[in-house]
């Protein structure tokens, strides 16, 4: 990084299309499609550290393979780390993640880590099989198997939910034998927050829906089991946070030129209003400045953080919009937060994770034997 902030910053889309409301315009699959490729690789140019891509399988999202757009992004940037803003770990199978992504890595010399989530659609479960009422027990016994597929060279597994595996190696093997780093991202179940204290990963909060309030208990709740289980201090846990902003250099301009795209946006149009949810949420709409005095306030309820990735391409904003928008990020807000952020930062807190403190925390760590999993499955 570029400084002593230990943050990173970027981006996360959710891949909507969205007919945009001042013009009646909708993109094509192939255009939203394209328009993320070149908003990750404007991320890079005016220099956020992240983007991360969602993954829906219904309309109106696009973005079923992540994994397959993250690469296409890799062969265009150099530096910009890739990351899922969900992968699911519900209804995708632990052995093609843990392959698809080691493979990922590879090809981006280390630059790719990922999110781990249940998703928000429901029908996403029996259309890969699965059963909805079994959410959480399903994130809890896929994550422990592909923890052990990037852990351990040869795997004997049995389970609940799939067929067992007898003498099973993950290829490719994950490049310098360290594993992508893993969040473990949620809105509200704390048996995930459980999950990542446990493993000793990220927990990232989404940040983007509920309050202040719910968002430092998550949090919390996190913390207080990392230390639990021995990681460090719960101050040193790893928190990723959600958020959403959109800029104009006169605040009541950006009010009105983000408020139709607000009112029919597909994750919250149609509901509270633009006012109501800029108040109750992390949502900022005005000026530069706004955004940077609202994002420095998120460390009063959560502590010191890693990551702060920010939803700027939604709603159905055309791509000229989202470019703009990236440019006041990079250019104006971004490095406030960094110096700010820096200030009064302890220096035994760590840095965002990327793949070189990965390997050389691996290089300095004790071998430490493998334990069960203590979360136990609930109901089947």
């Known amino acids: 990084m570029a400084d002593n902030s230990g943050m990173q910053f970027g981006i996360f889309s959710v891949g909507d ?40 399988h219904n309309p109106p999202f696009v973005n079923s393979s992540p994994t397959t757009l993250l690469a296409m992004i890799a062969a265009q940037t150099e530096r910009i780390i890739l990351s899922t803003a969900t992968t699911l770990i519900t209804t995708n199978d632990p052995v093609k993640i843990a392959e698809d992504f080691a493979l990922l890595q590879h090809l981006t010399d280390g ?12 029908p996403v479960y029996p ?38 595996l007898q003498g099973f190696t993950a290829t490719p093997r994950p490049l310098d034998e360290v594993a992508p780093f893993v969040w473990h991202g949620s809105i509200r179940s704390t048996e995930i927050a459980e999950q990542a204290a446990y493993y000793g990963d990220g927990f990232f909060a989404n940040h983007i829906f509920w309050p202040a309030s719910h968002t430092a208990q998550m949090v919390k709740l996190y913390r207080e089991r990392f230390e639990h289980y021995g990681h460090g201090r719960a101050d040193q846990a790893i928190v990723g946070l959600g958020g959403q902003a959109f800029m104009a250099k006169n605040s009541q301009d950006a009010v009105n030129q983000f408020r139709p795209y607000f009112n029919e946006a597909p994750v919250y149009g149609h509901g509270p209003s633009l006012e109501d949810f800029t108040s109750q949420t992390p949502l900022t709409v005005g000026s530069p400045q706004q955004v940077i005095d609202k994002t420095l306030g998120f460390r009063d309820y959560v502590g010191d953080y890693q990551r702060q990735l920010f939803l700027m391409d939604h709603a159905g904003l055309p791509l000229k919009t989202v470019l703009e928008q990236l440019d006041l990020l990079g250019g104006e807000v971004v490095p406030v937060l960094r110096k700010e952020f820096a200030k009064n930062r302890p220096a035994d807190i760590p840095d965002g994770p ?14 430490v034997a493998a334990s069960a999993d203590p979360i136990s499955i609930r109901a089947f």
């Open 354 to 367: 990327t793949h070189a403190s990965l390997v050389a925390a691996a290089t300095a760590a004790k071998p």
């Open 17 to 56: 299309i969205t007919t945009d409301p001042t013009t009646g315009i909708t993109p094509t699959e192939n255009e939203r499609l394209k328009a993320m490729v070149t908003i990750a690789k404007h991320a890079e140019e005016v220099g956020l550290d992240v983007y991360a891509a969602g993954e829906h």
């Open 111 to 122: 630059r790719v880590d990922l999110t781990l989530g249940r998703g928000n659609t429901g």
């Open 127 to 164: 259309w890969f099989g699965k059963d909805i009422r079994q959410g959480i027990n399903l994130a809890i016994e896929n994550y422990a198997l592909l923890h052990r597929l990037w852990t351990e060279e040869v795997v004997d597994w049995k389970g609940h939910f799939r067929t067992p």
